[in-house]
Each structure stands twice: as structure tokens, then as C-alpha cells.
């Protein structure tokens, strides 16, 4: 009985946080997907990503990572390759308490943790193997988590489940869209 009230706490909690949560709006050539941030445990992700939005980086950008059961990862590449200017890297803010489940957003990084700058990537199932190692000094393993979808994970399981060859982008030809899946705007949308 213990275990289901915690459960039912968590549930509430996330949707309480979802309802109060700056959203989103992703609008792509394969539909459109809406996530809402968590500022409360993220605040300099949080505030890195929407730095972004309000520059209009997204836009015109693709999907060019797409590792079915996995991720689906896109930032700052066109669907020519090319990258566009970033800013400085963040500090990783992984040991934020929350976890990598399906549908939510985290950060990319190289090795380096304190080395996120515009890419991030969504969950396609839980990859607990992406949160931070026990252990471990806080934010110096795992991957940040930021936010989480809210609408449209209809659309983005659909980008995972497109056909891979494309070559656009940081990742070889297996990984990437043989058609780009292209980000026509992300925009602050009021939830």
C-alpha cells in the first residue's frame, strides 16, 4: 500500500509540474510535439534551451540522430550537415533527481560533463543506463534531464520509426533520417 501511494504521488507530482511547466511547441515536417520544462530541477538547462527557442536555432534544423527503442536526438544541424554556431557549454545538472524515462528530454554531451551546448535528445523508452552512475560525485556522469513531452509522442515515435540512410548531421548513415525529418519551428507555447 506504501509502494502504490508513493507511485500516486510521484503521478500527481509530475502533472502538477507539467500543468505549471513553460511548454514548447516543436512543429516538424512529420507532425507537431509539445514538452514542458522543469525549471524548479533544471533551471540553467532550462534557461540554456529557451535561450535557444527565443534565437529561432531550432528552426529549419533536423532530426538527425534516430536510434529506435532508444532516442531520436537533433540541435543544431541542417539537412545538408551543416551545424550552426552555438554557445558556451553548460554545467551538467544531472544529479537533478529526475531520471531518464520515455518522453523525456535531456541534454547531449560529449565525454566531457560540462560540455552541453544546443543538442539534446528525446527518450524513446526508460534508459536508466543514461542517469547518473550511483556513486559518483554529483553531475559528473549521467545525462541531465530538462523536460518532458507533453503532447504528440504519437509524432515523435513516428520520427523513430522512419526509414534510416540520410547521413545528415554529426552520426553515420545508420543512424540518420534517409529523408530529414525537419524542424520547422520550435516557439514558447502558453500550456
Do not use: W
Not at 114 to 135: I, K, M, Q, R, W
Not at 137 to 154: D, I, L, Q, R, W
Amino acid at each position: 500500500m506504501m509502494r502504490r501511494t508513493l507511485l500516486l504521488a510521484a503521478s500527481f507530482a509530475m502533472f502538477a509540474f507539467c500543468a505549471n511547466a513553460t511548454e514548447v511547441r516543436f512543429d516538424t515536417s512529420l507532425g507537431s510535439f509539445s514538452i514542458a520544462l522543469d525549471a524548479a530541477h533544471a533551471p540553467k538547462a532550462v534557461a540554456n534551451f529557451l535561450r535557444y527557442v527565443n534565437e529561432k536555432h531550432f528552426d529549419g534544423t533536423v532530426v538527425y540522430r534516430v536510434v529506435p527503442g532508444f532516442v531520436i536526438q537533433m540541435g543544431s544541424f541542417d539537412a545538408q550537415g551543416g551545424a550552426r554556431e552555438a554557445h558556451g557549454p553548460i554545467a551538467l545538472e544531472s544529479a537533478n533527481g529526475l531520471k531518464n524515462l520515455r518522453g523525456t528530454l535531456s541534454m547531449a554531451r560529449s565525454g566531457e560533463p560540462n560540455s552541453a551546448t544546443a543538442e539534446f535528445f528525446v527518450n524513446l523508452a526508460d534508459n536508466d543506463s543514461l542517469d547518473p552512475n550511483p556513486g559518483a560525485a554529483p553531475n559528473s556522469t549521467g545525462y541531465a534531464v530538462f523536460g518532458k513531452v507533453v503532447e504528440g509522442m504519437a509524432v515523435v515515435d513516428k520520427i523513430a520509426a522512419v526509414q534510416l540512410g540520410g547521413g545528415h548531421g554529426p552520426f553515420p548513415p545508420d543512424a540518420s533520417p534517409a529523408i530529414p525529418v525537419t524542424i520547422t519551428k520550435a516557439v514558447v507555447s502558453v500550456p
